[in-house]
């Protein structure tokens, strides 16, 4: 990553604490983990700046999972204008992927394969089998 750029982030953003780690992520309520250098690292910096800045800190259902997801996209999205960061929307959709494919394993009866539905308390039920977590 840029050093520059980097700088600039801690700079702009000094509420937040930033810290190397072994994946990019963010752990509410402050603090951001920079990875090690990958080719897109300056888009996963922001997309997880946008956590923070979005004030994202737990889920209850898997749905809220990959809307807070989708939201820490769309602030990295406004804020890589800011910083005049081209904008991968491929890495956006391939990385939602990952959550996507997550989801629909995660929604598996794992008795009859059926996709379950999930309610408010976090439980997935078939409406084929009993309930299942």
Not at 40 to 49: A, G, W, Y
Request: charged share 35%.
């Amino acid at each position: 990553m840029d050093a520059t750029f980097l700088a600039k982030i801690k700079s702009d953003y000094p509420e937040f604490k930033f810290r190397e780690g072994k994946r990019f992520s963010f752990c509410p309520p402050r603090t951001i983990v920079i990875g090690p250098e990958e080719e897109k690292d300056e888009m996963l910096l922001l997309h997880e700046l946008g956590h923070a800045l979005s004030n994202h800190k737990t889920f209850q259902t898997s749905v809220e999972r990959l809307k807070m997801e989708r939201e820490a996209w769309e602030k990295a999205r406004e804020i890589s204008q800011k910083y005049n960061i081209e904008f991968d929307d491929s890495l956006v959709e391939t990385e939602l992927d990952t959550y996507r494919d997550w989801l629909d394993k995660k929604t598996r009866c794992p008795k009859c394969r059926l996709t379950c539905y999930q309610t408010p308390d976090g439980t997935y039920h078939c409406p084929r089998c009993e309930n299942f977590s």
